[in-house]
């Protein structure tokens, strides 16, 4: 399935008296797709990694990059245009809620808004201009 078994490592986490052994997934590089698209297709269903795209591969990239966001700020920032509540951006990129109104701070004061509707309005706006 992928997994490699770690070398006299173990633990007892099930029931906490059987050993058991660690195992390891290699999510390198096309690791980690490779692995899903196995384990998708032994369960019958088929997934296709190319078809994906990362969080930043947006449109609203060039955007984003004009403000000098950074890449986590440009992330935050896609999250919040498609819709999503602090709480669901902070699962969504593996960030406290507390990070991501850090973020949303240094997003706000370097776009010049106040707060995430005059962003999208913003977002909008810009969009609107081009041909």
């Known amino acids: 399935m992928g997994f490699e078994e770690v070398p006299e490592v173990t633990h007892c986490h099930y029931d906490g008296t059987t050993p058991t052994p660690y ?12 692995f899903l698209s196995r384990l998708l297709s032994q369960a019958g269903m088929e997934w296709t990694p190319a078809k994906e795209k990362a969080i930043t591969e947006k449109r609203q990239e060039p955007l984003w990059i004009s403000w000098k966001l950074t890449q986590r700020e440009q992330q935050v920032a896609d ?18 809620e507390t990070t991501v109104k850090k973020h949303l701070s240094f997003i706000f004061e370097k ?21």
């Open 23 to 34: 195992f390891i997934v290699d999510t390198r590089e096309d690791g980690m797709k490779n």
């Open 111 to 131: 776009t010049g808004v106040k707060n995430r509707s005059q962003l999208i309005g913003l977002f909008m706006k810009h969009n609107m201009k081009k041909p």
């Open 79 to 96: 999250l919040v245009v498609e819709g999503c509540t602090n709480a669901e951006i902070g699962s969504k990129l593996f960030i406290s």
